[in-house]
């Protein structure tokens, strides 16, 4: 017999459905999964952060005051980063974050997370998730016996009636099989995976 997931039905009795290997029963590599989590994170980040040099700063162009006999300390510019006008010595400039991570390593991170995830008893399938009214009370009804913060609710292609029925129930995210986010699938106390989805995932990730 292979590995097993809980599967839930809408009376909340769980059964056990069965799942692969190859794609639940890995093991954990805690330094993959930082490094894949981490490159999505700073892959969000927006990078446009601009400060001025003393090279963009404005006025300067004349010398303040001349270089001996006044007493105070020599200056040339306005412009220097010792200014209160003046510029920044070291200037951020806009730039990307963006890290890179082939499509194997990923694959395998995601594996990996997946069948934590199965472990600690965090991954469960049910078919009755999908609301069939666009009705964020209906959702919340569904998932009202789940005990978890954080819910996240994996489909394996857009339903609006499920999106407009959970954006407004705080902690619960929804995501498509294709798009698996790591940073969403490590921070959720309980993943919800659909049939489809989870055959979608077997397909993707085997």
């Given at each position: 017999?292979g590995?097993?997931?809980?599967?839930?039905?809408?009376?909340?009795?769980?059964?056990?459905?069965?799942?692969a290997?190859a794609v639940?029963?890995?093991?954990f590599?805690?330094?993959?999964?930082?490094q894949?989590?981490?490159?999505?994170?700073?892959?969000a980040?927006?990078?446009t952060?601009?400060?001025?040099t003393?090279?963009?700063?404005?006025?300067g162009?004349a010398?303040?005051?001349?270089q001996?006999?006044?007493?105070?300390?020599?200056?040339?510019?306005t412009?220097?980063?010792?200014?209160?006008?003046?510029?920044?010595?070291?200037?951020?400039?806009?730039?990307s974050?963006e890290?890179?991570?082939?499509k194997?390593?990923?694959?395998v991170?995601?594996?990996?997370?997946?069948?934590?995830?199965?472990?600690?008893?965090?991954l469960?399938?049910?078919a009755?998730?999908?609301?069939?009214?666009?009705?964020?009370k209906?959702l919340?009804?569904?998932?009202k016996?789940?005990?978890?913060?954080r819910?996240?609710?994996?489909?394996d292609?857009?339903?609006?009636?499920?999106?407009?029925?959970?954006?407004?129930?705080p902690?619960?995210?929804?995501?498509?099989?294709?798009?698996?986010?790591?940073?969403?699938?490590?921070?959720?106390?309980?993943v919800?995976?659909?049939?489809?989805?989870?055959?979608?995932?077997?397909?993707?990730?085997?």
């Open positions: 017999m590995l097993q997931v809980p599967a839930l039905n809408e009376q909340d009795s769980a059964g056990q459905l069965e799942v290997e639940f029963g890995q093991s590599n805690e330094t993959l999964v930082h894949l989590v981490t490159k999505y994170l700073a892959g980040r927006a990078g952060k601009a400060q001025k003393r090279s963009d700063v404005s006025g162009g010398k303040p005051w001349r001996k006999g006044t007493g105070r300390a020599r200056s040339g510019t412009r220097s980063p010792v200014w209160r006008t003046g510029g920044v010595t070291f200037a951020a400039r806009p730039r974050y890290q890179k991570l082939n194997k390593m990923y694959r991170g995601v594996r990996s997370i997946l069948s934590e995830l199965l472990r600690q008893d965090r469960v399938v049910s009755d998730i999908m609301p069939i009214t666009p009705k964020t209906e919340s009804v569904k998932l016996n789940i005990d978890a913060k819910i996240l609710i994996i489909t292609s857009v339903d609006e009636n499920l999106a407009l029925a959970s954006r407004n129930i902690y619960v995210e929804v995501i498509e099989a294709v798009n698996l986010s790591p940073v969403l699938l490590v921070s959720a106390d309980k919800i995976v659909t049939p489809g989805a989870l055959k979608k995932i077997e397909e993707c990730l085997a």
